[in-house]
């Protein structure tokens, strides 16, 4: 049995990092022995390193891999036919896309892991689901967008899919109503990310134009919030004006890279940090890609995720910046680590002269 | 050519350039540089910025005097007229060298400063502000401008319009779309695109130092590749060393370069994650490459077997180098083109070069300099003498 499937295929407490460490690490070391064997640019990236795999401990000495790789080249560790689907990130600031190569079972197993871990908030049945975003009907089936992926990815836990922003751009209160109408006596699921959840129904939603609030809902939003910055809008805000507007009190906020789709990082409603579990794991590097072990002290998030099978995404060194905040956090049964993005690693001046 | 000409930020001058015009090195423009230098010099918070304190130091007076009687021919020579300059985003002040070439030329300017919300260059332009205001220097005033605007072809289009000369550093894609503009029939263009930089070693001489002289040269080194963060174009990137090189003068040398980085170079987040990336993709590109073993944090050495004819994309960034073990110097006849620029040595001589390139006329690399001197800009650049081309003769007979 693959030690994945240890993971995928068996009751298991999500949560219960402590008893998984183990596993955990010979999961990783597993898949990227795998990929070293199937493609080609990371056996040649470890063997130019000279690194030994087999020798490593931990996990903190597991190389890693610059996030950008998968912008600047095409990484897949199977046979292009078994190419199932290619996830593309969003790309905001850079011009170049990353590129996800998945094969079947890669995505399947990305369902999975997300449903073990969403499945503790949201229950085991599908709910009415309400998403603030347009409908992506018109997409290429083989090639996605982050976005797109994110909210399929989390349509497996809906149902009664609503999707209430129209091509102009704003909320179609029809449709929003007809859907509170129907499902909002009970628990519903709404999904949108973060900067839309913001848009729609903190700044633009008409309270008189909606017939009954969101006390029943359930909302999950990810994606960051360096839109929201710039409107000095941070969780706490967000929390409080979704729950004075719309009295909607349960809001759980994501953190995931399309390089790692499914396992999923959730903040958690009683230390609002992000928590590791047990398909994942943080590590914070500094300056000189050293892991930081104080807490507090921040640094570049590194993310390592038994998932990916497909293409060599297990351990990425993000552009994003955090830090580990004490584990012994008040009332949570986490036995993972907890940790804050603060956003984007802030850039440097760059001194030189290469290009205008 | 319809643009909203509102877009055209005047940072400092006015909007009606008046072109006048001089003799290269006129007395106002060398006092006013002395001026620009002193007060620099005496700002408080110059020190902050080392690019702006080594440019201080560049145009003071007694080097610009230097220059200056360097240049002198007996030809009678003047400015064109306006010059319009389009600047690096990349070297926060740069733009001033640009500005001097065609001031000391004898010309009217008009500079596009890629980032003028810069700390040293909002510094830099209230002295220079200051200095305007005095009463001899009023002309200049009225004959230059330093501007903004976002990158816009149709700006740029009228700006090159209506100049006599353009100094443009960018890309190939850049200088691309300034040779389409249509310029006046005797507008004179310079052009400085993207260069490479290489650095010959000899490994026998470094072991002849002693203790002084080789800290010296590390410092040397330290300043041509990390005061820009190894992004000049005229920071090394592949690092040469000649036959048979001793190698464990060379593990020395590199060590005491890496203790030297460890406690003057201020890292960050960015620059690492940078330096990362450039590295993991030649890594992966590559199949016979060799990361040296070292345990080094900030020095990464990637050795290469071969010279590569696309060697020109192995660039290193913060201290990320390429080295070379070098059989014959002719070697460099595979690789070297136009765009190959500064080759910086140690332990070799002028007379060795100057040898070399006259027996075998390699197609580029324009400055030959021992190491330490890279950064020093020089009115000879990319191989051109800059004065010469920004002014004209007035033959009298």
């Keep these: 049995m693959k030690l994945i499937n240890k993971y995928l295929y068996k009751k298991i407490n999500i949560k219960n990092v402590a008893n998984h460490k183990q596993l955990f690490f010979k999961t990783i070391l597993n898949q990227l022995l795998s990929h070293k064997k199937n493609c080609l640019e990371y056996k040649n990236l470890i063997n130019n390193f000279d690194l030994k795999l087999k020798r490593?401990?931990?996990?903190?000495?597991?190389?890693?891999?610059?996030?950008?790789?998968?912008?600047?080249?095409?990484?897949?560790?199977?046979?292009?036919?078994?190419?199932?689907?290619?996830?593309?990130?969003?790309?905001?600031?850079?011009?170049?896309?990353?590129?996800?190569?998945?094969?079947?079972?890669?995505?399947?197993?990305?369902?999975?892991?997300?449903?073990?871990?969403?499945?503790?908030?949201?229950?085991?049945?599908?709910?009415?689901?309400?998403?603030?975003?347009?409908?992506?009907?018109?997409?290429?089936?083989?090639?996605?967008?982050?976005?797109?992926?994110?909210?399929?990815?989390?349509?497996?836990?809906?149902?009664?899919?609503?999707?209430?922003?129209?091509?102009?751009?704003?909320?179609?209160?029809?449709?929003?109503?007809?859907?509170?109408?129907?499902?909002?006596?009970?628990?519903?699921?709404?999904?949108?990310?973060?900067?839309?959840?913001?848009?729609?129904?903190?700044?633009?939603?008409?309270?008189?134009?909606?017939?009954?609030?969101?006390?029943?809902?359930?909302?999950?939003?990810?994606?960051?919030?360096?839109?929201?910055?710039?409107?000095?809008?941070?969780?706490?805000?967000?929390?409080?004006?979704?729950?004075?507007k719309l009295k909607l009190s349960t809001v759980v906020n994501y953190y995931g890279v399309v390089e790692q789709t499914g396992s999923i990082f959730i903040e958690c409603e009683k230390c609002n940090c992000f928590h590791t579990n047990i398909f994942n794991d943080v590590i914070i590097r500094d300056e000189n890609l050293n892991p930081i072990k104080q807490n507090n002290k921040r640094g570049m998030i590194q993310v390592l995720s038994i998932l990916p099978s497909s293409y060599p995404g297990n351990s990425i060194l993000l552009e994003d910046e955090g830090f580990i905040v004490n584990q012994k956090n008040e009332k949570c049964d986490n036995t993972g680590k907890s940790f804050k993005i603060v956003g984007r690693i802030p850039k440097a001046e760059v001194r030189g002269c290469s290009d205008v | 050519m319809t643009f909203d000409k509102s877009k055209i930020q005047y940072l400092i001058g006015s909007k009606n350039n008046k072109s006048d015009i001089s003799e290269p090195f006129s007395?106002?423009?060398?006092?006013?540089?002395?001026?620009?230098?002193?007060?620099?010099?005496?700002?408080?918070?110059?020190?902050?910025?080392?690019?702006?304190?080594?440019?201080?130091?560049?145009?003071?007076?007694?080097?610009?005097?230097?220059?200056?009687?360097?240049?002198?021919?007996?030809?009678?020579?003047?400015?064109?007229?306006?010059?319009?300059?389009?600047?690096?985003?990349?070297?926060?002040?740069a733009f001033m060298y640009s500005f001097i070439f065609g001031l000391l030329s004898g010309n009217s300017n008009i500079v596009r400063v890629s980032k003028p919300d810069l700390e040293?260059?909002?510094?830099?332009?209230?002295?220079i502000k200051k200095i305007f205001r005095i009463r001899k220097f009023e002309k200049l005033s009225q004959n230059n401008?330093?501007?903004?605007?976002?990158?816009?072809?149709?700006?740029?289009?009228?700006?090159?319009?209506?100049?006599?000369?353009?100094?443009?550093?960018?890309?190939?894609?850049?200088?691309?779309?300034?040779?389409?503009?249509?310029?006046?029939?005797?507008?004179?263009?310079?052009?400085?695109?993207?260069?490479?930089?290489?650095?010959?070693?000899?490994?026998?001489?470094?072991?002849?130092?002693?203790?002084?002289?080789?800290?010296?040269?590390?410092?040397?080194?330290?300043?041509?590749?990390?005061?820009?963060?190894?992004?000049?174009?005229?920071?090394?990137?592949?690092?040469?060393?000649?036959?048979?090189?001793?190698?464990?003068?060379?593990?020395?040398?590199?060590?005491?370069?890496?203790?030297?980085?460890q406690d003057n170079y201020l890292t960050s987040l960015s620059i690492t994650s940078k330096k990362y990336q450039?590295?993991?993709?030649?890594?992966?590109?590559?199949?016979?490459?060799?990361?040296?073993?070292?345990?080094?944090?900030?020095?990464?050495?990637?050795?290469?077997?071969?010279?590569?004819?696309?060697?020109?994309?192995?660039?290193?960034?913060?201290?990320?180098?390429?080295?070379y073990e070098m059989k014959d110097i002719l070697e460099l006849n595979e690789i070297i083109n136009r765009n190959f620029q500064t080759l910086s040595y140690f332990g070799y001589d002028k007379i060795f070069f100057e040898k070399i390139f006259k027996r075998n006329k390699f197609k580029g690399i324009d400055r030959i300099v021992p190491v330490g001197e890279t950064l020093e800009m020089s009115l000879i650049w990319d191989g051109i003498n800059v004065v010469n081309h920004l002014s004209r003769i007035v033959s009298i007979k």
């Design chain 1, 56 to 244: 490593f401990k931990t996990v903190e000495e597991l190389p890693f891999l610059h996030v950008n790789m998968f912008k600047e080249k095409d990484l897949y560790s199977i046979k292009k036919k078994n190419i199932y689907k290619i996830l593309n990130s969003s790309g905001t600031t850079n011009k170049k896309l990353s590129k996800i190569f998945l094969d079947s079972i890669n995505a399947k197993n990305q369902i999975i892991a997300l449903k073990k871990i969403v499945a503790s908030f949201l229950g085991e049945e599908r709910l009415p689901m309400l998403i603030f975003e347009k409908n992506p009907n018109l997409i290429d089936k083989k090639k996605f967008g982050a976005k797109v992926a994110a909210i399929l990815g989390f349509s497996i836990f809906g149902k009664n899919y609503t999707y209430v922003i129209n091509s102009k751009n704003e909320i179609d209160y029809k449709v929003l109503n007809n859907f509170l109408e129907k499902f909002a006596d009970n628990k519903f699921f709404i999904f949108g990310f973060t900067s839309s959840i913001y848009e729609f129904l903190i700044k633009k939603i008409d309270n008189r134009k909606i017939f009954r609030l969101f006390e029943n809902g359930i909302l999950f939003h990810g994606g960051g919030w360096k839109k929201l910055e710039k409107n000095k809008i941070n969780n706490e805000i967000f929390k409080s004006k979704l729950n004075y």
């Design chain 2, 278 to 323: 450039i590295l993991n993709n030649y890594l992966m590109e590559n199949s016979d490459l060799r990361i040296n073993k070292m345990n080094n944090k900030y020095i990464k050495r990637i050795k290469i077997n071969k010279l590569d004819k696309n060697i020109i994309n192995y660039r290193g960034f913060s201290g990320l180098f390429f080295e």
């Design chain 2, 27 to 93: 007395d106002v423009n060398l006092e006013f540089l002395n001026e620009l230098s002193l007060n620099i010099f005496k700002h408080k918070n110059s020190k902050k910025y080392k690019d702006l304190i080594a440019f201080a130091f560049w145009c003071r007076k007694k080097n610009i005097i230097k220059i200056k009687n360097n240049f002198l021919d007996k030809q009678f020579r003047l400015g064109l007229g306006i010059i319009f300059h389009l600047t690096p985003s990349n070297v926060p002040i």
């Design chain 2, 120 to 127: 040293q260059v909002k510094l830099l332009f209230s002295i």
């Design chain 2, 145 to 261: 401008s330093f501007i903004y605007y976002d990158k816009d072809t149709n700006i740029s289009d009228y700006f090159s319009s209506f100049v006599d000369g353009r100094v443009v550093w960018g890309n190939d894609k850049t200088i691309g779309d300034f040779k389409k503009m249509t310029t006046k029939s005797k507008c004179v263009d310079l052009f400085f695109g993207d260069k490479y930089s290489i650095s010959l070693f000899s490994s026998k001489k470094l072991k002849k130092l002693n203790k002084i002289e080789f800290s010296n040269l590390i410092k040397n080194f330290y300043n041509d590749v990390f005061i820009m963060d190894q992004n000049a174009c005229t920071s090394p990137h592949l690092i040469i060393w000649e036959k048979k090189p001793l190698k464990s003068i060379i593990e020395i040398f590199w060590n005491n370069l890496e203790k030297f980085v």
